[in-house]
């Protein structure tokens, strides 16, 4: 079945620690997102990436990197500079042009 | 810079009773919008989308929306709920010249739904 696959669905972190998130698509999609979820703030974009080995900040990007070196990946690092990272993540994407977005099942950071 | 205001954080309604989750964006030029239902611990799924044409626009498990744009709303409805569709809501926007995945979203409305 075709979707997108984020991994670990938990995850701890101690302070101070960089840590990844994983995110793969095999949609065959171009544009690749990350969000944040916090209780009662929605969802907030962190970065993007339309195309291979090009992406771009989003809203929140302080503390965060990505990469996209292969169309079906975009990892996130939550870095050490990130100041308050125990958070839900998400990542979707779209096919370029198409106006629905898809969701992975997210990641639960928490830092311990 | 856009917005989006869901009115209501939580809704409690009673199995069978009309459900009506309130959103509005601010917005000189009529965006996408769109509605997403979350389950907790798991990721978002799209119930409905408007883009253009007709304005009262149809989802799954029975939800709909309208388009007012003399409002700049985007109320989302459904006329009997189940007790399944407890869950929280989120509403959505996008600008016309970005891809779908851009998202500017509200808070959220938490829906429960009494038996």
């Known amino acids: 079945d075709g979707g997108i696959t984020q991994s670990p669905k938990y995850l701890f972190r101690k302070e101070g620690q960089n840590v990844t998130l994983s995110c793969e698509q095999n949609?065959?999609?171009?544009?690749m997102y990350w969000y944040r979820q916090d209780p009662g703030q929605g969802l907030r974009l962190i970065y993007y990436?339309?195309?291979?080995?090009?992406?771009q900040k989003g809203d929140i990007a302080e503390g965060y990197s990505v990469s996209r070196e292969k169309k079906e990946s975009f990892p996130l690092t939550v870095t050490s500079a990130q100041k308050n990272p125990t958070a839900f993540y998400l990542c979707?994407?779209?096919?370029?042009?198409?106006?629905?977005?898809?969701f992975g099942q997210g990641t639960r950071l928490t830092v311990v | 810079a856009q917005s989006v205001t869901q009115l209501g954080s939580h809704v409690s309604v009673s199995e069978g009773a009309l459900v009506l989750l309130r959103c509005n964006y601010s917005?000189?030029?009529?965006?996408?919008l769109f509605w997403y239902v979350q389950y907790p611990n798991q990721g978002l799924q799209l119930l409905l989308k408007?883009?253009?044409?007709?304005?009262l626009v149809k989802g799954i498990n029975g939800f709909e929306a309208e388009f007012k744009k003399s409002e700049t709303s985007f109320h989302l409805t459904k006329p009997s709920a189940h007790m399944s569709d407890a869950a929280e809501y989120f509403c959505a926007v996008s600008d016309k010249g970005n891809q779908g995945g851009k998202l500017i979203f509200g808070q959220g409305t938490e829906l429960s739904v009494k038996p």
């Open positions: 917005s000189s030029v009529p965006p996408y």
């Open positions: 990436s339309h195309i291979v080995n090009d992406f």
């Open positions: 979707a994407s779209t096919q370029l042009r198409n106006t629905e977005a898809f």
């Open positions: 408007y883009t253009t044409g007709a304005t």
């Open positions: 949609l065959n999609h171009d544009a």
